[in-house]
């Protein structure tokens, strides 16, 4: 017993020492750092594992003190970066030694890591490259009556669902999840899921498991993430980022569509007809420009990147809509004004034309974007400019984007919903990187053209016909959910519909 007593206590002095020396880190680089919890660091000590609540923290601390600061998840350093010309630096100027978004792991068995959000830089580049011609204003171009085709059916469910709905209360960001869950899946895997006329389809429950964890779901992922090269120790327990089925799903789904379109020529305008001409193409070595493992890839990252960060943008854009019916109207206007210059018809180029539904788009993002931070690592030692400061080979760097988008010295009354502040003129003001929702420098959100497109058309569709207001049930604000990886609604978003008459 004394001797199991006696070890138990050189363990607990060995943690207190390896935790003492660990939450000195960012004191010994000279790096001022959040005052730590000394057993738990600040993971802790946030009331959930949520980054935004953490970067929150560290940027009402210590914005306009200093560059950067320091913290920790668990014991990992972590470089806060508070100076927007720094952040254009990592972005852009300094790119080569910041581009990766996660530390490397060894290897993964897992196919669905080879995508363009995660994989290294060595890989990154060529698979940019091959990808890049897919999302040019062309090919959206290409893709857009699939989207229209798929608005037709959100118009024809909403019209069903307010006739059964006497009080006109509708609840929205489930909605906007079916109708961007449809397009994803008609774009990226060719096929018609209908989640608009039965929510509970495979599709739709695969996005929600993957965005909609638990606490300990999203506490290991974080964990896993964090400590990559623990995480290769651990493949025996046969643990998964990915929803159960997940990958098994993907790849068989990927597989029988190329089967079918191949054996009978099917062409469609979709994301997954690009991707079979890209892989029935050769580059110069004479192999295939992509594997059907990295298609199966692409097209769940573009399936996972693309539908709740759009349904949540309508959804927060409806909701600041309704709280701003001056706005609403304003932008009706400019709808309807479009719409019958054309026609009545919503064409391509018409809804490019729509120049301040474009600046209600980014003051939602703004406001709400999808992610609490970017993130970088550092792939070499990078010495901070005009500093005596050196960011070591595998820091871990997050960008706070929510806090640089409710910064009061960069828009003024941030709380407030205003589309004017993106103006061209307004625009030009600002630094170029004060707005982040898409990302920046040759590692930005490849799919944004894709994201805005789907985004319009939702607008479009709905407010035409239908004007948004508060009801009852609408809460005041909007909650970010404490758990999900991207900003999304916390509750239930509830507004009162009404159907558009032009008098």
């Keep these: 017993m004394d001797l199991i007593l006696l070890t138990c206590f050189a363990l607990l002095i060995l943690l207190f020492t390896y935790l003492r020396h660990s939450y000195q880190y960012w004191v010994s ?3 001022p750092q959040l005052k730590m919890n000394f057993l738990f660091g600040t993971i802790f000590q946030i009331k959930t594992i949520h980054k935004m609540e953490l970067l929150n923290e560290v940027y009402r601390e210590f914005h306009g003190k200093a560059k950067l600061a320091g913290t920790y998840v668990f014991t990992k350093p972590i470089a806060v970066i508070l100076d927007l ?12 030694k910041f581009t990766d978004r996660f530390e490397r792991r060894k290897s993964t068995d897992e196919f669905l890591h080879q995508h363009l959000f995660r994989v290294a830089g060595e890989k990154w580049r060529p698979l940019r490259t091959k990808l890049t011609p897919t999302f040019t204003s ?10 229209i085709k798929v608005a037709d059916q959100l118009e024809e469910a909403f019209a069903a669902h307010l006739t059964e709905t006497p009080s006109g209360d509708v609840e929205l960001h489930d909605f906007m999840g079916r109708f961007t869950t449809d397009v994803i899946a008609h774009c990226a895997f060719g096929v018609e899921c209908d989640s ?7 599709f739709r429950r695969l996005g929600i498991d993957h965005f909609y964890p638990n606490y300990y779901s999203v506490t290991l992922r974080t964990f896993m993430i964090t400590y990559p090269a623990i995480f290769n120790y651990l493949k025996m327990f046969n643990i998964s980022h990915f929803p159960i089925g997940a990958e098994d799903f993907v790849l068989r789904l990927v597989r029988d569509t190329v089967c079918v379109r191949e054996e009978q ?3 469609r305008n979709d994301f997954i007809n690009l991707l079979i001409e ?7 070595n004479g192999a295939p420009l992509l594997s059907m493992e990295e298609m199966a890839a692409q097209v769940f990252i573009f399936f996972i990147a693309g539908f709740e960060t759009s349904s949540s943008n309508i959804t927060f854009g409806l909701f600041e809509l309704a709280k701003n019916p001056q706005i609403q109207e304003k932008l009706r206007a400019e709808i309807l004004t479009v719409l019958e210059k054309h026609n009545g018809e919503l064409t391509y180029e018409g809804m490019m034309e729509m120049t301040y539904l474009d600046q209600v788009i980014t003051e939602t993002l703004r406001k709400y974007p999808p992610l609490a931070a970017l993130t970088r690592v550092a792939t070499d030692d990078y010495k901070i400019p005009d500093t005596d400061i050196t960011l070591e080979k595998g820091t871990h760097i997050y960008i706070p984007m929510k806090e640089i988008h409710y910064d009061p010295e960069i828009y003024e009354n941030p709380e407030e919903f205003r589309p004017e502040r993106f103006n061209p003129e ?3 003001k600002r630094h170029p990187q004060a707005f982040l929702s898409f990302g920046d420098g040759p590692r930005n959100c490849i799919g944004l053209r894709f994201g805005r497109m789907q985004v319009r058309v939702g607008f479009i569709t709905l407010l035409k016909s239908y004007r948004f207001s508060l009801s009852e049930k609408t809460p005041t604000e909007l909650e970010v ?5 991207v900003l999304v609604p916390q509750d239930k978003v509830w507004l009162k519909v009404e159907k558009f008459s032009k008098l």
């Excluded at 720094?86 to 852009?92: D, G």
């Excluded at 890209?278 to 110069?284: A, E, F, I, R, T």
């Design 29 to 31: 680089h000279g790096v």
């Design 85 to 96: 010309d720094l952040v254009k630096c990592i972005l852009l100027k300094d790119f080569n």
């Design 138 to 147: 062309a090919k959206m171009k290409y893709m857009f009556s699939t989207v």
């Design 196 to 202: 608009l006329k039965d929510p509970n389809v495979e």
């Design 265 to 267: 020529n099917i062409q």
């Design 278 to 284: 890209m892989k029935n193409s050769k580059d110069l």
């Design 426 to 428: 307004e625009v030009e």
């Design 481 to 485: 959910s404490k758990y999900s990886l």
